[in-house]
């Protein structure tokens, strides 16, 4: 049987040129989607953190706890966070403690001072998440009752203020990737001037339970 001499395969040149032109186009959108793929994995991790801050002061305004607390660990290539809280049993005993001892309300990061047999939850929620880091170099924590009433923090979150839409910002988390942290002794920078590069994102709260998130864009911070 004669085989039809008008079927042909591809040359060794012509495969030479596809192979070409696929390696251009995926070497311009490797970056692209590299950039993106990061900037959504810190992205998602700073929602968990909004998320988990907005449970919390929903629970202390609904009465369901009378003392909440929000503890972030920083560890190596990720953060670890923590929600507690304390009903009216817990609550009471702090106010005692405080009267007692004329001190104001700590924010403690002791587990066993969140133990139930002493009124508390001990762990609400907890959420790792990898990748990620923050501008905390130690385990810190923000602690509040209803309306904030009492209001307290600890470690990191007891420092540093931040001016930008002409305002002072006290009360944040920062998230940003972890390969810029460790160009930066593990911390994410505060500012374009320490090193701060996209991707970032900035969760502020107020002492009412207000929460507002923000976006690095390059040079400045941008309410989302």
Request: proline share 2%; glycine share 6%.
């Amino acid at each position: 049987m004669q085989q039809d001499q008008n079927i042909k395969g591809f040359t060794l040149l012509e495969l030479l040129v596809v192979v070409t032109i696929v390696m251009v186009i995926s070497a311009v959108a490797y970056p692209n989607f590299s950039s993106w793929s990061k900037d959504r994995e810190v992205r998602k991790s700073a929602e968990q953190v909004s998320t988990m801050l907005s449970t919390i002061t929903s629970a202390v305004q609904r009465g369901n706890y009378s003392f909440v607390q929000l503890m972030v660990t920083p560890r190596k290539d990720k953060i670890e966070i923590h929600t507690r809280g304390l009903q009216r049993k817990g609550y009471t005993r702090l106010l005692k403690k405080r009267n007692s001892q004329n001190t104001q309300i700590t924010c403690s990061t002791n587990k066993d001072d969140w133990k139930s047999n002493l009124g508390g939850n001990p762990e609400i929620q907890k959420v790792t998440v990898k990748g990620v880091a923050t501008q905390l170099d130690k385990t810190s924590s923000v602690c509040f009752s209803k309306n904030a009433a009492h209001y307290s923090t600890s470690g990191g979150l007891s420092q540093g203020n931040l001016i930008f839409e002409k305002n002072e910002h006290k009360r944040f988390i920062i998230v940003c990737s972890s390969d810029l942290a460790q160009t930066k002794g593990g911390k994410c920078p505060l500012k374009e001037k320490d090193g701060l590069k996209k991707p970032a994102y900035l969760i502020e709260w107020s002492r009412f339970g207000q929460i507002q998130k923000y976006r690095f864009s390059g040079n400045d911070w941008i309410r989302q």
